[in-house]
């Protein structure tokens, strides 16, 4: 009985695979190759599946179906837009029906292999954009599934989605919890040597640390280890220095979010600065 993960590389979809293995370690690992400009992400999955034990880890190639899918910025000749992830222009960066391809593939191994669990890496932070990353969709597909292979499907079957209806910053917290080396995983769109810190994946990944009040292990074009942080006024600044100085401004104005140039990049300020132990939780095999 193997319970199965759709791992891409992210940050979502290894913090999963952790929390996942710690319920059960029997997992057994699934990626896709889609013609994706970032496939350099699956270069990522290796260091994860040795970690936990050596894991079985398969990539399937759906690279035959990238020419249906071509008005995608990720797959596409049209360039990765930049800004944060709620920005309109983020909708290019929709591939059609991707989780829905992703998950029924796996759903299929993960019946096959006798097991109870499929993984998602899907977040709070992807239902503005991305239709199939919403509560909806889960739960449709997850009945859509039982009907599909009545008989077959085992009792306790269902969607494993931890990240559903918790932000970012939240993943960090507990992917850092699990021992997760954050630097070991690929988020930016653009596929480059290094994070562009630009588009909407980096942006959000430096948002998330941020929130969370870790420092950002990411190396980026041009500023390297962490980005930029910047202060009113745009005066360059260090991690510490941009949190001391978001912490004393919530101290003085209390119920006030710090204003948006506190740091450069990130979407202004949506979230007050809070205590990482409030919005933290501890995953327990007995959730299950």
Same mark, same amino acid.
């Given at each position: 009985m193997t319970n199965v993960a759709v791992v891409s590389g992210g940050m979502d979809s290894v913090a999963m695979l952790y929390?996942?293995?710690?319920?059960?370690?029997?997992?057994?690992?699934?990626?896709?190759?889609?013609?994706?400009?970032?496939?350099?992400?699956? $270069?990522?999955?290796?260091?994860?599946?040795?970690?936990? !034990? *050596?894991?079985?880890?398969?990539?399937?190639?759906? =690279?035959? %179906?990238?020419?249906?899918?071509?008005?995608?910025?990720?797959?596409?000749?049209?360039?990765?837009?930049?800004?944060?992830?709620e920005s309109e222009s983020m909708k290019q960066t929709v591939v059609p029906n991707?989780?829905?391809?992703?998950?029924?593939?796996?759903?299929a191994a993960c019946i096959s292999e006798g097991g109870w669990l499929l993984g998602l890496g899907v977040h709070a932070g992807d239902h503005h954009i991305y239709p199939d990353c919403r509560e909806a969709f889960v739960q449709s597909l997850e009945a859509?599934?039982?009907?599909?292979?009545?008989?077959?499907?085992?009792?306790?079957?269902?969607?494993?989605?931890?990240?559903?209806?918790?932000?970012?910053?939240?993943?960090?917290?507990?992917?850092?919890?699990?021992?997760? $080396?954050?630097?070991?995983?690929?988020?930016?769109?653009? !596929? *480059?040597?290094?994070?562009?810190?630009?588009?909407? =994946?980096? %942006?959000?990944?430096?948002?998330?640390?941020?929130?969370?009040?870790?420092?950002?292990?990411?190396?980026y074009e041009g500023t390297g280890v962490g980005g930029h942080y910047a202060r009113e006024g745009g005066l360059s600044c260090t991690f510490e220095e941009a949190l001391d100085y978001a912490k004393s401004y919530t101290r003085k104005n209390p119920g006030v979010y710090p204003p948006s140039g506190i740091y450069a990049d990130l979407n202004p300020a949506r979230y007050p600065i809070v205590n990482p132990e409030e919005i933290a939780f501890e995953p327990s095999r007995e959730t299950f």
């Open positions: 929390h996942l293995c710690d319920i059960d370690p029997d997992v057994k690992v699934l990626s896709y190759n889609y013609g994706q400009k970032h496939k350099k992400e699956l $270069d990522y999955v290796q260091f994860h599946v040795d970690k936990l !034990g *050596g894991l079985d880890w398969k990539v399937i190639d759906l =690279t035959s %179906v990238t020419q249906l899918l071509t008005k995608s910025a990720l797959v596409g000749n049209r360039d990765v837009p930049e800004g944060h992830y991707r989780n829905m391809i992703m998950a029924s593939i796996a759903a859509t599934l039982k009907i599909a292979n009545e008989g077959f499907i085992h009792q306790q079957f269902q969607l494993f989605t931890p990240w559903l209806h918790v932000p970012k910053q939240t993943i960090v917290l507990n992917g850092l919890r699990y021992g997760i $080396d954050f630097s070991k995983t690929w988020s930016c769109y653009k !596929g *480059g040597e290094l994070h562009c810190g630009k588009c909407g =994946t980096c %942006v959000e990944r430096k948002e998330a640390f941020f929130l969370a009040q870790q420092p950002d292990p990411t190396e």
